[in-house]
Each structure stands twice: as C-alpha cells, then as structure tokens.
C-alpha cells in the first residue's frame, strides 16, 4: 500500500514556502487469527481447528472459515505451527553462499518440492567467503526445531550424522559417510574432459584444481592424472596447481601457469568459474582461446554457455542433483526405506574452448 504525503516548508535561502509531495510506502500488519474470527463471524478456537484441520467443525463453517484465510491472506507462524504440531511442513535448504553451483542446484529442489505439501527455505551461512569450517552446524542450530522440519546440507565442511532431524549432504567436503549424499561422478567426469583433450593431441596439459580439502577436487584431479597415465603421458608438476574453485584465486593460478616459458597448450580447470577466470587471463595477456590455448572446465552452471567462446566443460546434472537430494529427504522423512547414496552421472558438453593441438 502506498500513499501520498505533503510537505510544506520554507527555504532558508529565498524564505518562500515551497510543496513537496512525497509517496510513502505502507506495508499491512500481519494478519492474526482474531482477524479472521471477527470476519468470518466464529471463534478464535473456531479458526484455530481449521487452520490445524480439527475435528468439532462443520464443513460449510470450514469453507467459509478457508475462503476468509485466502481472501485476508493469513498464514500462522512457523514457530508457533511447530510448537502445537512439533512440524512446520518446511524443509531448508542451506549453502555456504549463493554462487552459480547452489543456485542451479536450488533450481531442482524448488521444482522437487512442488506438489509434496513441503515448503521450501533456501538460507545462506552469511560468511561471505563460504569457506568457514562448521558454517552448517551453526546454520542448524538456528533454524532446527521450530522453523523447519529437515534440511539439505550443500558442500558441508562438517559431517555429523547425530542430528535431531533427517539431513541430506550434496557433495560434502569428506566424500559419502553416513550421512545420505547426493553427489555426481567427479573422477570419471576428470577422466572424460582429459581424455576429450588427449584426443585433440595436447600433451602438455595443465590442470587447475580446486580446494585440498575438498574431496570432489582431489576425484578430479585423481581422474586426470589416471587419464595421463593410462595415455603413458606424464604429468608435468609444474603445471598443476590449485586454483580453489573461485574466480579470484583462479585467476592468480592461471596467470602463472600462462606466464610459464613453456606454458600448457590446454588447461582442464576444476570448476566452471575457474576455467572461465582461466579465459579472462588468458585473454588480458594477448592470447586467444582456443587458437593459443584450450580450456575445459566442470559443472556446466549456465555461464559457461554464455562466455566467449562457448567454454566446452564436464556437466554434473546440478538440478537433478538438487532434486534427488530434496526427494530424498522427503522419502526419509517419511520413514521411506531407499539406498541413501545417491550418484550421479557426468557427461562431456563440446562447445568452442578446445581445439586441436598443432
């Protein structure tokens, strides 16, 4: 709701009385159960056994009682839902920080969740960097109990299987445990983008990983060194370094390996962001992908379409991944008896950042 507002002042400059019209923005208050009672002409108690679907209610008084709900816009607090009914029908969905991986995986849960009576609630750590240690036990802490009834954990650095309520990992940092895990194929999707690069005739391959303590970035870069070894083609050490899975940092890896006297003809980057960061510097320092040098990279998040050129990269099913996860937690919740690790295939998506070595 907004409304307009006159004010009338003098200025302190000519001394004349000068109109300023303003629009003001009014937000209603929230909607109580009182409200709906006196509109809908029953009691507080009435409302309340509809709002918590109770016996003792005659149909049309529930309907009209419905039909007042919709019409005003009341919804009951999740905390108070949760303390007469000890569930709030809310799963969360927590991730160190909104960046193009959890957004796409997001993506699948919020399509998941459509038609299962849950709701959904996306909560970031709020550490700015994502790479807090423990950042999901405190984000447990805060929404467990009263504001949502199960959680899916993306990327956690802890692993904790002792939770009050059902948890899902994607892609934890120590790999599956026992907690239920959704995750993708990273050594066989290093395997793929290495051997993509081997087949257009580059030897000197770099690689840029990601974090040490990731247990996807140690698969990847154990699927290109098995590539390597299986084409009997060494790996030069020189030209493997850790990029970190972000922009920043990746770019500072890539400058050194493209500033080395005899640098890679072909890069595989850890993640998309990497690779592309890759393509920046590649670019600032006069050299052209894929004429000068090739890059493939991993995820296949949807900037990686939209970059020049086209980067070819290995494709984790991140909305499907997003979707398994949410469906298994709903399963779990629901006392379902199902395998608790899910993985996933990757696949080689050929665009225009490679090309053959001459």
């Known amino acids: 709701m907004s409304i307009g507002i006159d004010n009338v002042f003098e200025s302190p400059v000519t001394g004349s009385t000068q109109r300023l019209y303003h629009r003001q923005v009014v937000f209603p208050e929230r909607v109580k159960m009182s409200d709906v009672a006196r509109t809908a002409g029953v009691s507080v108690a009435t409302v309340s056994k509809v709002v918590n679907g109770r016996y003792g209610v005659a149909q049309a008084t529930v309907e009209r009682v419905q039909q007042v709900i919709h019409e005003l816009g009341y919804e009951a607090s999740l905390g108070a839902q949760s303390l007469r009914s000890h569930r709030t029908n809310v799963l969360g969905i927590l991730v160190a920080e909104f960046e193009p991986f959890s957004t796409e995986l997001l993506k699948g849960a919020s399509r998941e969740v459509a038609g299962s009576g849950y709701q959904l609630l996306a909560y970031s750590s709020g550490d700015g960097e994502g790479t807090a240690i423990g950042w999901e036990r405190r984000s447990l802490a805060r929404l467990s109990g009263t504001l949502i009834d199960g959680a899916v954990i993306v990327t956690p650095t802890v692993i904790e299987t002792k939770q009050g309520f059902h948890v899902v990992a994607v892609d934890p940092h120590t790999g599956p445990s026992g907690l239920p895990t959704v995750d993708s194929d990273n050594f066989a999707g290093a395997v793929l983008a290495t051997n993509y690069l081997l087949s257009l005739g580059h030897r000197r391959i770099g690689h840029i990983s990601g974090r040490p303590d990731l247990e996807s970035a140690r698969l990847r ?7 390597m070894a299986d084409a009997d083609v060494a790996v030069d050490e020189r030209i493997v370094r850790v990029g970190g899975f972000r922009t920043e940092s990746a770019a500072g890896t890539a400058a050194e390996l493209l500033s080395l006297p005899d640098r890679p003809t072909a890069i595989f980057a850890g993640n998309d962001l990497s690779a592309i960061s890759t393509m920046n510097v590649a670019r600032s320092m006069g050299l052209t ?12 998040v949807p900037e990686s379409a939209l970059v020049n050129p086209p980067l070819t990269t290995i494709m984790q099913p991140l909305q499907r991944m997003g979707a398994e996860a949410l469906r298994l937690l709903i399963d779990l919740i629901a006392g379902v008896e199902r395998d608790t690790h899910i993985r996933l295939p990757t696949e080689l998506v050929v665009r225009a950042s490679c090309r053959p070595y001459r």
Do not use: H, Q
Request: glycine share 10%; proline share 5%.
């Open 221 to 227: 870069e154990a699927g290109f060194r098995k590539a």
């Open 289 to 300: 992908v894929p004429d000068d040098l090739s890059v493939i990279g991993f995820d296949n």
